[in-house]
């Protein structure tokens, strides 16, 4: 936790490479204070087929999905801090947004919660 998926289109990748942005996304999340260095993952998808709205290009959406608890303050900050990082990378980009969403503790399941010498528990066993 937490999980940003970066979608976006091909010819972004064509500015800047792929391991230089999920590089920029890791680093400002990790620059928040919010989570643990070792906790955070960052992945990318870019697109061949696409459609945006007239005269429009390229795009870059983050997706943001972090453990609930977090306030809304605090995941503003996050989407803000993560979007001025990239921001000059793309000047002319069409469209440069991100979202966070909370994972619900109550549902949420990984291969730790299900071991079973974790007896307490622990998402990080």
């Not at 429009?56 to 983050?62: L, P, Q």
């Not at 619900?104 to 974790?118: G, Q």
């Amino acid at each position: 936790m937490p999980h940003f998926v970066i979608e976006c289109s091909k010819n972004i990748l064509a500015q800047q490479p792929a391991d230089v942005i999920m590089n920029i996304v890791y680093d400002a999340a990790a620059s928040t204070g919010l989570f643990a260095d070792n906790d955070i993952k960052v992945r990318i998808n870019s697109y061949e087929q696409y459609r945006l709205g007239e005269g429009k290009d390229s795009f870059m959406h983050i997706f943001g999905s972090i453990m609930g608890g977090r306030t809304t303050a605090q995941k503003a900050a996050l989407s803000s801090t993560i979007i001025q990082q990239l921001a000059p990378l793309f000047p002319d980009i069409s469209f440069l947004s991100m979202n966070v969403a909370d994972f619900d503790p109550a549902t949420y399941s990984n291969k730790s919660l299900i071991n079973p010498l974790n007896t307490e528990g622990n998402r990080h066993f």
